[in-house]
Structures are given as structure tokens and as C-alpha cells.
């Protein structure tokens, strides 16, 4: 399981101890309002047991974001595999998914970019796909303007995990260019 570090957050897979932080995030119907039904503690239980089989099994899941100043749980992130239905099953033929969430005391700070660009590149380096793609409802407009900070392109809406959401990509040799272009900006700022 591979923790990754930004200049303000630290990823660390999910583990038993960012139970109460992950609780707390997806607990808070604002923060699930486009994604999915508030859980209770036994269901972000659950959701922690299964993404660490799929560390163990796959080498890539989910990252609870940990402020490096603070040390508090900010947020959630993935790399995942998308499914065109609400399956718990992965369909590791189907495209690399980035995803992510933000408590609201932490919305609108670049995290989730910060984030995002830090799993994509995990997931260039380590499982080298043709492309990256990340899903949101039609109405969120922040997922949506992550996504393009990210570089990616829209294409529409597209079913995933049984639902019509708003889909955009990115290739790989593009999130590469981006990449060295972030690099040199840090070097020279």
C-alpha cells in the first residue's frame, strides 16, 4: 500500500484508524450530495474492509486525505476501476476511474486537484494506462472543475455505476506533458 505526498496532504490508504475522519466526510449529506445515500459507521466499516482487500489484491483502491499541517482527515480519494453498473465486483478491463471528496470545511483550497494529480500520477507511473478518466453527476459543478484542472476533456454524459454522469478523460501521453510542465513550475516558483 503506497502513501503519496503533496505539499499540504499526505494520502494513506484506507485503514481502521481513519474510521471516525471517514465517517464524519461520508456521513454529512452536503459532502454525498452527488455521489450517493449518507453512511452510518458500520457502512464506512464495510467500505474501509473492502478497500483493504482491494489494496491487498490490486495494489491501488482508495486514500483518505490527511492534512499535513493538522493532521486531520480533509477527504477521500480514489483510483478505481469504473463499472457501468453499481456493482461491487471490479471490472479491472474497464478504464481507470480518479475520484475524490472533501469535508466542506476544506471545499474550494485546490485540495481535491492537489490530490487528483497525485493519484493520476501513481497511476501513470505504476499501471501505466492509455487513459485516466473521472465521473460526476451533471450538477456538480466543482467535481466538473476539478476535472478540467486536471486537463481532462468532457464527453458527454455516459453511463457508470447505473447512473448518467458527466465523463471526461485524459490520455496519458497529455497527463505526461502536464506533468513535467507542474514539475518545472514547482522548480522555478
Not at 455521489?35 to 474492509?49: F, K, L, M, N, S
Not at 483518505?64 to 482527515?73: G, N, P
Not at 497529455?174 to 522548480?187: H, I, N, P, V
Request: proline fraction near 4%; include cysteine.
Amino acid at each position: 500500500m503506497t502513501v503519496l505526498t503533496t505539499a499540504r496532504l499526505r494520502l494513506e490508504p484506507y485503514v481502521d484508524a481513519h474510521l471516525d475522519g471517514l465517517n464524519t466526510l461520508d456521513a454529512d449529506p452536503e459532502v454525498m450530495r452527488f455521489i450517493g445515500e449518507p453512511e452510518t459507521r458500520e457502512q464506512t466499516q464495510a467500505v474501509i474492509d473492502r478497500v483493504k482487500k482491494r489494496w491487498a489484491e490490486f495494489g491501488y483502491a482508495w486514500w483518505a486525505f490527511i492534512e499535513r499541517d493538522t493532521c486531520e482527515l480533509v477527504g477521500a480519494g480514489c483510483l478505481q476501476n469504473l463499472r457501468r453498473e453499481a456493482t461491487l465486483l471490479p471490472e479491472l478491463d474497464a478504464p481507470l476511474e480518479l475520484g475524490w471528496r472533501l469535508r466542506r470545511d476544506r471545499w474550494g483550497r485546490g485540495y481535491a486537484s492537489e490530490a487528483a494529480f497525485a493519484m493520476g500520477d501513481f497511476a501513470l507511473e505504476r499501471l501505466q494506462p492509455d487513459e485516466l478518466l473521472a465521473v460526476c453527476h451533471p450538477d456538480n459543478a466543482a467535481s466538473a472543475s476539478v476535472m478540467k484542472r486536471l486537463g481532462m476533456h468532457e464527453l458527454g454524459l455516459q453511463r457508470w455505476y447505473g447512473r448518467e454522469l458527466t465523463t471526461c478523460r485524459i490520455g496519458a501521453d497529455e497527463w505526461r506533458a502536464t506533468a513535467a510542465g507542474r514539475a518545472s513550475a514547482r522548480a522555478s516558483g
